[in-house]
């Protein structure tokens, strides 16, 4: 796989000092050399990712922030990104990797923002039964690499479930990711997008589990 090109951090860092139209315009041959780059990275990511899963499309962000909702008007972002999308509806899941400076990289898996039909039989599914959840989460080729659990949550229990549930800390997640995260000189390394692609492949059971329960209804009948 092709490495992050060096330039990265020092025109992103000075893109945080000068996050204006006039200087990123002076600078914007510089830019589109460097996303080029990354651009080729990322493919040659999404290229060895393919081998064990079905990635069906990746994606890199642009620069620009959307500050039409926004409190910050900053015209441009100071990091790179992309995600990577599994084939649905079979296979559920996303990946993300995020490159800033100062030590703020990180990739990231799971379920960002499920819609409400898939959070509901998530969480029925744990009303049920979490065992195999807690067994994926706690094997230790899987906590290595990805540590807790992570994502937004409800304050108590979701209507219609038990707060005293023995499974209530995975019911009232709203969200259910998973990062890791890089130095500026761990993404900087060579074989860094080597690591990013085996803990990507690493979170495989996650993936696997969740797609099942959100194919299937709570007998284990498929729908899909």
């Not at 890791?180 to 690591?195: A, G, H, I, W």
Request: hydrophobic share 35%; net charge positive.
């Amino acid at each position: 796989m092709l490495p992050i090109d060096k330039r990265v951090f020092p025109f992103l860092k000075k893109l945080e000092e000068n996050n204006n139209r006039e200087w990123f315009t002076e600078n914007k041959t510089e830019f589109k050399s460097i996303e080029s780059t990354v651009k080729k990275s990322v493919k040659s990511l999404f290229e060895a990712m393919k081998v064990h899963d079905d990635i069906d499309q990746f994606k890199i962000f642009r620069i620009y922030r959307d500050v039409r909702f926004s409190k910050n008007k900053l015209p441009y972002k100071t990091h790179f990104a992309g995600s990577f999308k599994r084939r649905k509806p079979e296979l559920r899941g996303g990946y993300y990797l995020h490159i800033s400076p100062n030590n703020k990289s990180f990739i990231a898996v799971g379920f960002w923002d499920p819609n409400k039909e898939d959070l509901l039989r998530i969480r029925k599914e744990f009303e049920m039964d979490a065992s195999e959840m807690r067994d994926i989460m706690t094997a230790e080729s899987f906590k290595s690499v990805w540590g807790d659990l992570e994502g937004d949550e409800l304050i108590s229990a979701p209507r219609n479930f038990d707060k005293e549930h023995p499974n209530i800390d995975l019911i009232r997640k709203k969200q259910y990711i998973f990062t890791r995260k890089f130095s500026d000189t761990d993404v900087l390394e060579p074989n860094f997008l080597e690591v990013v692609n085996a803990s990507f492949k690493a979170v495989k059971p996650f993936f696997n589990y969740m797609s099942d329960v959100l194919t299937t209804n709570l007998n284990g009948e498929r729908i899909i």
